[in-house]
C-alpha cells in the first residue's frame, strides 16, 4: 500500500539512479526477522521502507524468517509476525525461511572448505574469542587454521552428523585475523547444536550463523537492494567477501539506514521480552508495548503507523523520536472520520430540582461535526445526569469556565445549567451537585443577556451505560530508559503508566459501540475497545488524549 505522497528518500534515489542506468529491470526487497519476538514500531521502518519500495516499483518482496537459531524461536512468533505486516497493509510476494536454504549453505560451507577458504576449529569458544584481539590489537591465527582442507571436509561431515557434542567444533572462515575490521577476523560459519529446530525438526544439528547466512539467503532471492540498519555496517565486507568466494546466483547491494528509536521506551526484542516474562505488562500486546500488536489493542490505525513512519523518514543519521510526534499522527488520522461521543470518566453526579422527575427526552447529536454522513446519535437527557469531577471547583481560578458554586456552564447538546447547591461528604468532598437548568437555552439557544463560555460533557444517569476505562501513560518516567548504566531499566518504568477507571459512564450509543471503531470521547480523548471487552462489561482503551499535555503535567498520572 502506498501512501498518498511518494516519498523520496537516499535508498530510493540509489533505486531511481539503478533503473535509469539500467543496471536493474525489477527492484527486490527482503525484510528479515528472526521469528524470537514480536516486532515493534522499529521494525515498521524497515517494512515501510522494503515493502513500500515493492509497492511503488512493482517489485517484489520476501518476507524471509531469519530462523537460524532455534533455541529462541518460535512458530507461534513467527505467525504474529505474518499478522503484523499483513495488519499494517502489505502483502509479501514470497514467503521465505534462511531454513529453506539450509543444504545449500552446507553446499557454500563445504565449498569454501575446499577452496581452502573456511577450517574447522576444535577450541572452546573462550579460546576463539580470547584470540579475537582489540579494535587496536590484532587477533591471533587458531592453531587449526592450518588443518588440510580433508581433513576439514571429514570433520564439518561428521559435526553434521551428530557425532559431536554441542561447543566440541566449529567451522570458521579464514580471511584475516589482523583485519582492523573484526568481522573479518576468521568468524564462526557453523556451531553445534543439538536442539530440534521450528521447521526443519532433527534433521539438523548444526546450524549457520547469522552472517553467512544472512547475505547467501539474499543472493539466492535475487534482492537487489539489501536494506539493513547501521549496525551491520560493518558487517558488508564480510558479506561482500561471502559473496565473492561462493558461486552464487546474483549479487545484492547492501544499503543501511538508521535504525528507529523512539523516547520513553526500548525498542529491543531481548528487553521487551524480560518486561513480558516478569510480567510488568499484560504481555506482548499490552497497550502500553511499543509492539504492533500492543500498539493495535490500544487502537492505533495502520495509516497512523505509516504516516509515522514517513514523516520521520529513511536516513543515515541515528536519532530518537519524540512519543509526541507518533501520538500526533494518529489524532490527526483519527479527528477527521471517528465518531464522538459522551463519556464520563470520573463521575460527579448533579440533580437538575427544576426538571421534572421522571421525565427525559431524546437530543439528536450528530456523530462528528463535520462528516454529516455519519449521522446522528441519540442522547437522552433528565433530571440526573453525571458530569466530570474535574468539571466542577469550590474555588475557581481566573479562567475556569466550568461549574462553581452560583456558575453557569453549558452541557454540550443540551441545555446551560446552574450550580446552586453542593452536597459534600464528611470530608467535605463534593458528592453531589443541585443545579437549575434553563429551558430556553436547548438546541444551542443562547441564554438571554448572559454570557456562558464554558461547555462541558455529561451522560444521564439512568440513560448510559456503565464501562472500565483504561488511560494508559508512557512505560518508562525518563525519555531514555537505558542511559543509566548502573541502574536496570527495569528501575526507569512507570508507575503509573496504567489508570484503570472502573466506574466509568458512557451515553447509551455506546452500548452497542462497534468493535472496530475508534471513538472520540468528547473533550477526553480517543478510545477503542480493548480485545478483553464484551457487550456487557465493556472496556475501553485511551489511544491518545485529545492534546498532548504530557509535557506540561511533567510525570503527573494523566487526567
Ligand atoms: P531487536 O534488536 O529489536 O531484536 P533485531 O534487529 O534483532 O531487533 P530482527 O528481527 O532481526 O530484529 O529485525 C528484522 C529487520 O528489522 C532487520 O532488518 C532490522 O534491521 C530491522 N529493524 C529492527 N529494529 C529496527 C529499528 N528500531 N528501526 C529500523 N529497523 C529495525
Ligand atoms: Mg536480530
Redesign the pocket.
Known sequence: MSEEIKPVNFVRQIIDDDIRTGRHQEIVTR????PN?YL?I??C??IWLNFGIKDDYRGRCTLRF?DTNPLKESQKFASMIEEDIRWLGYEWTTLAHASDYFEQLYDYAVHLIREGLAFVDSQSSEQIREQRGTLTEPGTDSPFRTRAVEENLSLFKRMRNGEFADGEHVLRAKIDMASPNINLRDPVLYRIRHHAHQRTGDRWCIYPMYDFAHGQGDAIEGVTHSL??LEFEDHRALYDWFIEHLPVPSRPRQIEFS???LNYTV????LLTRLVELGHVDGWDDPRMPTISGLRRRGYTPASLRNFIASVGITRKPNVIEMGLLEKCVREDLDPTAPRAMAVLRPLKVVIENYPEGASEVIEAPRHPHKTDLGTRQLVFSREIFVERSDYLDDPPKGYFRLAPGREVRLRHAYVIRCTEVVRDEQGEPVELRCQYDPETGRGQAPDGRKVKGIIHWVSANHSVRAQVRLYDRLFSVPDPLSDRDRDFLEALNPHSLECLKECRLETSLGQADRDTRYQFERVGYFFQDAQSAPDALVFNRIVSLRDTWMRKSGQSPN
Request: proline residues 10%; glycine residues 10%.
Open positions: 525484510f528479515p526477522p528472526e519476538g515493534h522499529g521494525h521502518k524497515s531469519d539493513c540498519t535504525r528507529l528509536n525498542m529491543s526484542k531481548r
